[in-house]
Every structure is written in structure tokens, then in C-alpha cells.
T-cell receptor, first 114, second 113 residues
Framework: DQQVKQNSPSLSVQEGRISILNCDYT??????FLWYKKYPAEGPTFLIS?????DKNEDGRFTVFLNKSAKHLSLHIVPSQPGDSAVYFC?????????????FGGGTRVLVKP | EPEVTQTPSHQVTQMGQEVILRCVPI?????FYWYRQILGQKVEFLVS????????KSEIFDDQFSVERPDGSNFTLKIRSTKLEDSAMYFC???????????FGQGTRLTVV
């Protein structure tokens, strides 16, 4: 049961352009959403998050959009830089569940070409 | 900046042996987690720990697995009798409160031979 899905396994974008990563979820109990960046053989690094009471959160080059009715969120990176090349995971949690675990999507590998 | 630290970075063990993976979460965090990632696959939840007890565990976390927070700072994952399919990167994470970001350690690469 994949409660969090990232349907695009990979994305290639030119340096300076926008990267748009998408994520869908099925569990309506999820009320907190996060994006992580991961390099090989390293732990996930937190990028940005959004609470379900908001529909947009921005931090520098990163913006996350949440569409609760569609159960969809997206991460925009603009402008994309070669150092952004990594695997990006979206994750979701529900604060009413015991332990508030994060449920991860399968990841999207981003390649930013110079 | 506070960080989650994990030791060892790499552990090679023989099938059937016990391993203990160690983590020092961020102090004053309340929620603790173990995740794993088999090469090329998704990050999978193993167990969450809150208020000195397991709050949730996945079907992966069978009776071969256990967690402990023995001294208020360390958080350990024990696998009693390792199997080949336990080979993976194991990540520890901690979280201050319910709806905040979770911080992950750099991981322990476990190789079972």
C-alpha cells in the first residue's frame, strides 16, 4: 500500500531552469509534508516542509505547493543548479498517529545539466 | 548545528550474527526512528520510539529486531540473527515535536555475508 507516490523516477533539467517534482498521497490523515534531498551513501537532508493548513511555503530557491483536495504536493526549485543533482524524496506524517512516523515516496532522481 | 550521529558508518557481519547499530539523536528531541534503504529502493520505516517505548513498528520489524534507549542519549537498533536480506543502509532519525522536520543521521551501511 503506497500511501505516498512519486510517479517520476527521474528528471533532467538545464542549469538555471525550473525543476518541478511531484508527489501524490492517499491518506487523508496526513497533515505535514516534507521534502528531503539525498546523496548516495548519505542520510536524507531536510529541505522544506508544509503544514496542511497552508498551500504554499517558500525558502530561498525552494517552494512547496500543497493541493489538499487533489492530495498532491510539488516542489519547485528555481533556478536549478548542478549541486541540486540528487534524489529527492517527499514524505508525509499525521500528528494524530502514534509515533508520527514519516512515510516516504519512492524518490525522484534529479540531474541538473550545466 | 545539532546533528544526529550514527556509528559505525559501515558494518560487515556474518549471517546469523548479532549486530547493534548505534545512534545519538539530537538532545531534547522526543521522537526517534529507524529507517532502512536497500540499495536503489525506497526509504522504509522500521520503528518509532516515543516516551521510552515503541509507538509503532512495521512488518519488517519482526522479533529479530529490538530497540533501546539505554541512557537517555543513545538509541540503538539490534538485529539478533542477521540475514542476507538485512543488508541495507540503516538511518536513525529524531524529531522534536509531532509536526516538525525529522533529522537523519548519515547512516550505517550493514553488509551481511
Amino acid at each position: 500500500d503506497q500511501q505516498v507516490k512519486q510517479n517520476s523516477p527521474s528528471l533532467s533539467v538545464q542549469e538555471g531552469r525550473i525543476s518541478i517534482l511531484n508527489c501524490d498521497y492517499t491518506n487523508s490523515m496526513f497533515d505535514y509534508f516534507l521534502w528531503y534531498k539525498k546523496y548516495p551513501a548519505e542520510g536524507p537532508t531536510f529541505l522544506i516542509s508544509i503544514s496542511s493548513i497552508k498551500d504554499k511555503n517558500e525558502d530561498g530557491r525552494f517552494t512547496v505547493f500543497l493541493n489538499k483536495s487533489a492530495k498532491h504536493l510539488s516542489l519547485h526549485i528555481v533556478p536549478s543548479q548542478p549541486g541540486d543533482s540528487a534524489v529527492y524524496f517527499c514524505a508525509a506524517s499525521a500528528h494524530l498517529t502514534a509515533g508520527n512516523k514519516l512515510t516516504f515516496g519512492g524518490g525522484t532522481r534529479v540531474l541538473v545539466k550545466p | 548545528e545539532p546533528e544526529v550521529t550514527q556509528t559505525p558508518s559501515h558494518q560487515v557481519t556474518q549471517m546469523g550474527q548479532e549486530v547493534i547499530l548505534r545512534c545519538v539523536p539530537i538532545s531534547n528531541h522526543l521522537y526517534f526512528y529507524w529507517y532502512r534503504q536497500i540499495l536503489g529502493q525506497k526509504v522504509e520505516f522500521l520503528v518509532s520510539f516515543y516516551n521510552n517505548e515503541i509507538s509503532e513498528k512495521s512488518e519488517i520489524f519482526d522479533d529479530q529486531f529490538s530497540v533501546e534507549r539505554p541512557d537517555g542519549s543513545n538509541f540503538t537498533l539490534k538485529i539478533r540473527s542477521t540475514k542476507l536480506e538485512d543488508s541495507a543502509m540503516y538511518f536513525c532519525a529524531s524529531r522534536g515535536t509531532a509536526n516538525t522536520e525529522a533529522f537523519f543521521g548519515q547512516g550505517t551501511r550493514l553488509t551481511v555475508v
